[in-house]
């Protein structure tokens, strides 16, 4: 079973490398549940990493509802993205209705091409999971990530199971959200084809001095820590799903 590790940064990329992960989705925009990274952060990543690299190809936070210009903004990060040497990307478009938008999300599969496109946890908003999964079968995408349209994929192992049997082998089921190495054993169970996590752990941030409330960050606790994947919690993981 793959397991694939959301990363912000090298420091992340590197300790998912080194526990044994398969693959990396790497991200930029924290606070905004995960936005396009720096060319910077893409190239550094790529030369330091060998497992497969996927890069998130979103222009901003918010909603999934994107306009002429975003689209070409994610065009232009997809072009980066291969350039860079990325395995693949992450994206998703719906319509105002919360259904998946095929015509333009294929459009963009297609686009990417020879890359590899994983549906991302856009697919959480829609209205209909089932339908859902066949429109982006439809678009040409290899993989779902999805928490099972729950908070946590654990609360929603019923479905992603009737997901993993409905997708019967033209897209891959993996489940994120709340993913650990306490709950692999029962999604792996539910019979999710691959697990997405961050492994998160915080850590003192270098700066000393810090005034009082005021922060520039929304979903962080604050400044005063770094968010980063923990080698450790990534070791467990690959274990759990192991046994």
């Known amino acids: 079973m793959t397991i694939e590790i959301c990363a912000y940064s090298l420091e992340s990329c590197i300790n998912a490398q080194a526990g044994g992960a398969g693959r990396i989705e790497l991200c930029g925009g924290l606070g905004e549940g995960g936005t396009t990274p720096s060319a910077g952060l893409i190239e550094i990543v790529r030369k330091n990493i060998d497992i497969q690299l996927y890069v998130m190809i979103r222009p901003r936070g918010g909603d999934f509802v994107y306009d002429f210009f975003e689209e070409e903004i994610m065009r232009k990060d997809i072009d980066l993205a291969k350039n860079l040497g990325a395995n693949g990307v992450v994206l998703g478009i719906l319509t105002p209705d919360g259904n998946v938008d095929v015509a333009r999300t294929k459009a963009l599969v297609e686009y990417a091409a020879p890359l590899k496109v994983t549906f991302h946890r856009a697919f959480d908003l829609t209205p209909d999971p089932v339908k859902a999964l066949k429109d982006i079968i439809a678009t040409g995408a290899e993989r779902i990530l999805t928490s099972g349209q729950k908070p946590s994929a654990i609360q929603a192992t019923e479905l992603l199971g009737k997901l993993s049997k409905e997708a019967d082998g033209k897209i891959e089921i993996m489940a994120g959200g709340g993913v650990n190495h306490n709950n692999a054993a029962e999604l792996k ?11 998160k752990k915080f850590r003192p941030a270098r700066q000393k001095f810090f005034p009082e409330g005021i922060s520039m960050a929304g979903e962080i606790p604050d400044e005063k820590s770094v968010m980063y994947s923990d080698l450790g919690l990534i070791e467990a993981m690959v274990q759990a799903v192991s046994e």
């Open 189 to 199: 169970a539910a019979g999710v084809h691959a697990l997405h996590l961050t492994a």
